[in-house]
């Protein structure tokens, strides 16, 4: 009988995955992953104490053993000191992405084989399939809280440790399991924070963590300095609110269209397709991570560019040295390097990289 760790965040979804798994007949142990308490208490609220109470109910609802596990000096390393490194380079890093790779499926899992489990599982909604001596990848079956994205830079091995109980399952059918069983967590809210840091927003921890660095705001059709920004780790490419400018008189908004690491210059111009920047055909990405055999010649594929962006398709054309240069169908908008791109063959998420 397979011993499953299941990494239980105080969520309904992780508490499902937990309650099916023990339905299933398996070993069940639930694990909540202690990465961040905000301990220097300068940004807002956030929720981890009522996160480990409320995965600790669920446990005892179901009758599995229950633990705290702290990575918190792994975290730190591993994505916040990631995070904060490419904000203060004028990147745009994704911090879930990176929390899946290097925590949940890295040290995570690692504490789980040392302490005897088969496997992790989360609540995901993703679609792990066996396929003859290796294991696929699929986009969870509800399209809108499909997460497959964020595990883009799995590997095989990651991968063959893996569980996704829930991604079979529609939002509203989870809901539905959840309160049949009387699980605490059955009508909580989805949280809508970043992977460790809850419900506080990106930019008060970025003015907590972050040193202010200002520059001017440039106008890119033109070179006219139109203000000045308190910080480039502030803004990312296609923003639109908060700039800090006002609109013309024509009613015509300024976007964000790039940053100029020479003289720490916000680049902005009017929206629409003729904004330098903002719109490409083509870019180039780097740190290329494949779930199955790397993908060494060109072909056509699918790809997001975001987590809530449709698949769109490209032709992927490696180059050495890990990177690859993709061309798009349709153009894109707002690319930002940093940003994580998951490439797809139909429903079937292959890899992902990072946009230089």
């Known amino acids: 009988m397979e011993r499953i760790l299941v990494g239980m965040s105080g969520g309904v979804d992780s508490s499902v995955a937990a309650l099916l798994l023990k339905q299933q007949g398996f070993e069940v142990v639930g694990a909540y992953m202690k990465n961040w308490i905000n301990e220097d208490n300068v940004i807002g609220h956030c929720p981890w104490m009522q996160d480990i109470d409320d995965a600790r109910a669920v446990a005892e609802k179901i009758g599995i053993e229950f633990r705290v596990v702290n990575l918190m000096q792994d975290y730190r390393r591993l994505v916040v000191d990631y995070l904060l490194d490419g904000y203060t380079r004028g990147l745009t890093p994704n911090p879930d992405v990176m929390c899946n790779s290097r925590v949940k499926f890295g040290v995570f899992t690692e504490y789980a084989r040392a302490e005897g489990f088969t496997a992790l599982a989360t609540g995901h909604y993703a679609q792990r399939v066996e396929r003859g001596d290796h ?21 095989q091995s990651q991968l063959r440790d893996a569980r996704f109980p829930i991604g079979h399952l529609l939002k509203p059918e989870l809901r539905q399991i959840a309160a049949d069983a009387a699980l605490p967590t059955a009508q909580k809210k989805d949280s809508q924070g970043i992977c460790f840091i809850g419900e506080v927003k990106m930019a008060d ?27 480039l780790h502030y803004y990312t490419i296609g923003q639109r ?46 740190s290329l991570s494949f779930i199955g055999d790397a993908l060494t010649k060109p072909q056509r594929l699918e790809c997001r560019v975001r987590y809530r962006d449709p698949r769109v398709v490209i032709d992927f054309i490696p180059g050495g040295d890990d990177t690859a240069l993709v061309k798009f169908e349709t153009p894109q908008r707002a690319l930002a390097s940093g940003q994580i791109m998951a490439f797809y063959q139909g429903p079937q998420l292959v890899g992902g990289a990072v946009f230089a």
Request: aromatic share 8%.
């Open 135 to 155: 294991f696929a990848l699929l986009e969870g079956a509800d399209p809108n809280k499909d997460q497959s994205y964020f595990l883009a830079l799995l590997s």
């Open 205 to 231: 921890f970025l003015t907590a963590y972050v040193p202010q660095h200002l520059g001017p705001i440039i106008r890119a059709t033109d070179g006219k300095l139109l203000g000045q920004h308190r910080g």
């Open 241 to 286: 609110k908060g700039i800090g400018i006002p609109s013309n008189t024509d009613h015509e908004a300024y976007v964000v269209t790039g940053k100029r690491a020479t003289d720490h210059a916000l680049l902005v111009a009017f929206d629409g397709p003729q904004a330098p920047g903002l719109w490409t055909n083509e870019c180039r990405v780097h």
